[in-house]
């Protein structure tokens, strides 16, 4: 199994919603990662977890919500977000965290649109 | 301030040429470059990465140069093929961070479209 699965494909909801974004791997990455994507732009880095710690908070706000409940799962937890939080959320795995950043391996990502 | 910098947004070859997608970056720190593709509506994919003390790293098809005096490092395909047609970004990475994790600066990317 050499891949990210992330689900929802497709998310639509309304700005007082509480929903759920998952993310899993079975490759045996100890490092997993949060990315938001807006169209024409890059990938823009939002949390990283280390071994199920998060190690990395690139100041996103409260209503981004991550938790790494063992080494192949993650989820991204939100609540009362913005239209602006639209965008493609990827999620992405790597070896041992200090192993290098080739070898990412991003998931096809969930398409949120806040309504 | 962009770090890493792909000053062409697209570009269209035909089938069966040379594509060179371009990349310059800032920080002389940056000690390892990667090249990603990404198709629409899909996340990105690893295709090809260069350490700073090489000047050329080969996989296939696929071609990455590395000029640090210049600060500019390039992808080559060859021979490109309609199915290469995608946005391809140039990231770097500068060391570790305090999370034992490297970051990647990326660029903004580079459309190319590849013509049958």
């Known amino acids: 199994d050499t891949e990210v699965i992330q689900t929802p494909k497709h998310l639509v909801m309304g700005m007082t919603n509480k929903k759920s974004l998952k993310c899993e791997q079975h490759?045996?990455?100890?490092?997993m990662y949060w990315y938001k994507q807006k169209a024409k732009k890059p990938p823009e880095l939002m949390f990283v977890y280390s071994y199920e710690k998060l190690s990395i908070n690139e100041s996103v706000p409260s209503r981004f919500s991550p938790e790494c409940p063992n080494s192949s799962l993650l989820n991204l937890h939100l609540h009362a977000l913005q239209p602006e939080d639209s965008a493609l959320y990827l999620c992405?795995?790597?070896?041992?965290?200090?192993?290098?950043?080739?070898?990412?391996?991003f998931g096809s990502g969930t398409r949120l649109t806040v309504v | 301030d962009q770090q890493v910098k792909q000053n062409s947004p697209s570009l269209s070859v035909q089938e069966g040429r040379i594509s060179i997608l371009n990349c310059d970056y800032t920080?002389?720190?940056?000690?390892?470059f990667l090249w990603y593709k990404k198709y629409p509506a899909e996340g990105p994919t690893f295709l090809i990465s260069i350490s700073s003390i090489k000047d050329k790293n080969e996989d296939g098809r696929f071609t990455v140069f590395l000029n640090k005096s210049a600060k500019h490092l390039s992808l080559h395909i060859v021979p490109s093929q309609p199915g290469d047609s995608a946005v391809y970004f140039c990231?770097?990475?500068?060391?570790?961070?305090?999370?034992?994790?490297?970051?990647?600066?990326w660029g903004l990317g580079t459309s190319l479209a590849v013509n049958p």
């Open positions: 490759m045996g990455h100890r490092a």
């Open positions: 920080n002389s720190m940056f000690d390892y």
């Open positions: 990231a770097a990475s500068a060391g570790w961070d305090a999370g034992n994790n490297r970051k990647l600066i």
């Open positions: 992405a795995s790597s070896q041992e965290p200090g192993q290098g950043t080739y070898g990412y391996t």
